[in-house]
């Protein structure tokens, strides 16, 4: 007999999930013991549930899916601003909760986890907000709703709400597996309308045949449909020079020829590329690049929409044409097979040295510390940006061949790179991840360290001790007196929460960060690196960029 | 020149609120900046969200009503679970938001903090599911919507939502503050209708006249309404014996001569009281007690409609008799005024004494604990209990005269204890605060103890460390895997989260706990006492009492 909770766990497993992030707690327990009992699904359970949810977030960058854990009300709603998160970076995290027994509802009790009043269906409504689809799991229909949520999570590219009351998730499934399971690869490349995927095909061909210059900006939601080798391919044989905004940096190899830099309107790394893009004849945007804020250093990219072609989730969109109904996948494919003319000049603009300077200075800079970063960084290592003032040094950071980068320029949560490490470290099996974040954000959730220790992963961890919110320092009028924290002692904490076979260093100066660098380039085992860099690096950025990021004041 | 952020600061600091609990960030700039220039509210700037929340939470237990200040989107989304609790027990917590730049929002530009799809309107309607009143606030409407956000949620004892976009929120106020403000006490008192009142009054002095045995359910709504000592002079007044049920625990002094013991069906203090409760001729629950799962030992009261009284918020209910429309105060003053008669017997039921034994075990045993924590505590403390294994036993404690105590034991979201005695540390300036806390609880927001030593404030804090969920460990069917918890060296946090002044100690044996405990009361700082309890003190509980609780199971 297998119980519902037991199907629920057995099916996400199939999809080649074998983590489930979250924290165990009533009313969730049938689902929690169908995860102890999984020989295919481990229990990963985290300090909170906030981090799990981030942790299922970049385990699902990595495996395409995750699943999280939590229970009802209390757990669910802490992990919303997690998965809503997903919902931005479109991450497809399969969020399972588990409800008071329909016996206990319909004889009018009153549980804990609950607003006193008798009423069961408050927080679904909430939860759901972060999902494309919803499940309420009945024995009945258990087996047909996992192959319709499956589906719609992967062709949405979303997280699902999935929940079943206690009693139900005990009781045996009803019905039979089907032969044929909705597979990631079914939904991802999706079904296109033929008539629209030709016309268009041919309307992307004739723009690039016709182009004397050319750019794509391929985008990280290419990782998630999985489709990065296939994109590569299509530039490879068209032979078309590519650059990447901050969002989607490292979806493809940065060492590839091919490969111009960062386009992020006026902070483009090189600088020229900014005008190399914008006065291209054709811009062809693979994914859906997100023009926010934080993407093009405050709107400053301008790409005139007549040049630009975006190949989007069922949709293609050329000047002011708009083909829909169409997969990605499939216009990748056909524009493989079909192109055959020789691509456009690559402009060889050159990229910034990342040198490593003997510093006279004894203090610890941002310019010290991210060209060792960059030393540090082998093939197949995902090095994780936390957001703040760190993700901007590392988004101009050239990445060797085959690093990943993962960030949350968009959704912009500061906490989710710790947890998400913990994600991104089980689900990257083949190399290291490395987190670099600022002690701002670290102290949201620093509680995850314990998780790592507790299950044997081995991150890399750096944490930059300016001791204040950066970012926000820089971003607000004044310096202010909240944007100081509390003075912790980070070094300290993988040993107070049970790492204590963890390397630890606190480097206040470049010959201690050499030597804990290279410490954990041969160490075989979990590195935390507190760096102490001072706050006066901090500067405020100049009055016209916070005006233009926050249009607060009357135009003059 | 008076901004729409310094007018609400100042307006909600007329309550009464000297502390701010939130985290900075954009786009709530315009509070962050009304909160640091404000010479009556103090910023308490947190770890995270959500323990913000909870500290907000625990400050409005105290002093009747919070300020909470998060970001859009990120920030209020973490919140949201601490905000539900405060619905859920009936706390004034006012949660304000700053969201993007109507300019921004005008122009269709896209920032981060959204779902990237230039949409600004997705997260205000989660926020305001745990409010029970909203204002979007505009510089015409502000002075106006004050007036009723702070009526409404006074009116309703539940948090307040209030947002404003930063370009708004920096402009000038309109329009002249009221001569005559809203104030806590008008709204707490409501508006009787005069009818509906005496009618009731009347019911219930009859009832209470004519019966033989009586006995009074003061709750924790007392509190929140400030009408501890208008209820208590009733019970002095006509001499009625009162119990209180675990959520309720601590509202009037448990030194009190009419002071009965804790009412929890099958697990009241002493144990016959359940009997003496449920047969008494009239039950007179004053607030409104919930009887949730928690609160009754799994549903084991049962109190005959016939013979209970409800004095309600709003409502008086004797027996199947429902009058409307009336105040809670009023109900008392009037009770206070007509009540005539000379009361009912206090049947003198006993309570069990709370033994300091000298134990030959050496390790540190719940028996042991618990007598010792008893006899730390003086007048005007207040403890505060996590909900867990540790709650259950505090429960039973006779608390010493005038020790308030502090729980969750509807809402029961674990983790909520550390945070919110930060909270409760800075609104009660007559005493101490004794937090005693699980490790289980403790590691989703131990990352407040940073923020504690951050402000100074001077706890006295417990943490049971049994390396498992004990209470799940008990409520679930196995002794599962996932109940364990990471190998945190507790008694490491507080120096490596920066509070290096703190007194801290692992105590393993009875005499180290002594020790501790008696260096602590003569200690003029913080302390953090971690306590080593043997996991196998986490005994399964009865398969009747979880069957009961959850109904999983086909009846028999």
Chains 1, 2 share one sequence.
């Not at 597996?177 to 995927?197: F, N």
């Not at 020789?342 to 050159?350: A, S, V």
Request: glycine letters at 8%.
């Amino acid at each position: 007999m297998t119980t519902v909770a037991e199907y629920v766990i057995d099916r996400l497993a199939e999809l080649g999930i074998d983590c489930a992030f979250g924290v165990p707690g009533d009313f969730s327990f049938p689902f929690d013991d169908a995860i102890d009992a999984s020989d295919r699904v481990q229990w990963i359970v985290c300090a909170n549930e906030l981090n799990a949810a981030y942790a299922a977030d970049g385990y699902a960058r990595i495996k395409g899916a995750a699943i999280l854990s939590t229970t009802y009300g209390v757990g669910e709603l802490s992990a919303l601003n997690g998965v809503m998160g997903s919902k931005a970076h479109r991450l497809p995290v399969f969020h399972i909760v588990g409800s008071p027994s329909t016996r206990v509802q319909k004889k009018g009790l009153i549980t804990h986890h609950t607003l006193g009043n008798g009423v069961y269906n408050n927080f679904a409504g909430l939860s759901a907000s972060a999902a494309c689809v919803v499940a309420n799991l009945t024995p009945e229909n258990t087996i047909a709703e996992m192959e319709r949520v499956i589906k719609e999570a992967f062709l949405h590219s979303a997280p699902a709400y999935i929940t079943v009351p206690m009693d139900l998730g005990l009781m045996p499934v009803m019905g039979e597996r089907p032969e044929k399971l909705v597979t990631r690869a079914d939904c991802q490349q999706g079904i296109s309308i033929q008539g629209e995927l030709d016309a268009a095909v041919s309307c992307i061909l004739d723009k690039l045949a016709s182009a004397k210059t050319a750019v794509a900006l391929p985008t990280g939601f290419l990782a998630t449909r999985g489709l990065q080798s296939l994109c590569e391919s299509f530039l490879n044989k068209v032979n078309l020079p590519f650059a990447t905004t901050p969002m989607d940096k490292g979806v493809l190899s940065e060492a590839h020829p091919s490969y111009l830099g960062l386009y992020a309107g006026a902070g483009s790394v090189p600088e020229s590329l900014k005008d190399w893009v914008e006065s291209a004849d054709v811009v062809l945007d693979i994914g859906g690049v997100v023009f926010l804020d934080f993407n093009t250093t405050i709107w400053t990219s301008s790409i005139d929409q007549d040049r630009l072609i975006t190949i989007g989730d069922q949709f293609v969109r050329v000047g002011q044409k708009i083909f829909t109904g169409i997969a990605m996948g499939d216009v990748l494919q056909k524009l493989v097979d079909k192109a055959s003319f020789k691509g456009t000049p690559n402009p060889q603009l050159g990229y910034p040295e990342s040198s490593i300077t003997d510093s006279s200075e004894k203090f610890v800079c941002s310019s010290d510390f991210y060209p060792r970063l960059r030393s540090l960084l082998k093939p197949d290592d995902v090095l994780v940006g936390e957001t703040g003032t760190c993700l901007l040094h590392m988004n101009k950071l050239r990445l060797p061949d085959r690093v990943g980068f993962q960030n949350q320029t968009l959704w912009g949560s500061i906490g989710w790179a710790t947890p998400a490490t913990l994600g991104i470290s089980l689900a990257n099996q083949s190399g290291r991840t490395i987190l670099v974040t600022g002690d701002g954000a670290h102290q949201l959730t620093a509680n995850e360290i314990g998780t790592m220790g507790r299950y044997g992963i081995n991150p890399i961890i750096f944490v930059l001790n300016n001791g204040i919110y950066g970012v926000e320092d820089e971003l607000s009028e004044l310096g202010h007196v909240y944007d100081d924290l509390a003075a912790w002692q980070f070094h300290q904490l993988p040993a107070a929460m049970g790492c204590g076979k963890w390397f630890t260093a606190r480097c206040a100066t470049i010959e201690a960060l050499d030597a804990a660098i290279a410490h954990a380039d041969s160490f075989d085992g979990a590195c935390y690196i507190e760096v102490m860099i001072p706050a006066s690096e901090s500067k405020p950025l100049p009055e016209q960029i916070k005006q233009s990021l926050y249009q607060t004041k009357t135009p003059t």
